[in-house]
């Protein structure tokens, strides 16, 4: 990494949209261990969101960033994300999060996230899998 304060994520997926879920979960992983985040009975968040950019990295951006600033806003961590719609004609997706809201007397503090760069991204896709690089600002 070129910065102390830059950590790089990568996931990846048979599909695009198996890749684009895991890097979101992976961020949310990092800020905290989602393999702890219990969402209590009855408590779960649902959520429905469409992100667009003008290319793939525009909307790898657009989409982290929208997730990251439901987490700022609204203290939301999503354990459980779907991409239910995928246009690569016009770079738009809509994807169904579950989740529940961050406490701290519940959940393990991570590292906060402060922002998505476009610095090294890079969005890889074959016929057998797509790798998604992404670095974040923490």
Known sequence: ??????????????????????????????????????????EAIKRQLTMSGHDMHSLLFAYLDELLFTFNTEFLVFTELKITSFDRETFSITVAGSGATFDRQRHTVGTEVKAITYSAMAISETDERSDIFVIVDI
């Open 1 to 42: 990494m070129d910065h102390t304060a830059d950590i790089q994520l990568h996931a990846w997926g048979k599909t695009m949209e198996e890749a684009l879920e895991n890097v979101a979960l992976a961020m949310f992983n990092y800020m905290t261990p989602l393999a702890s985040f219990v969402v209590p009975e009855g």
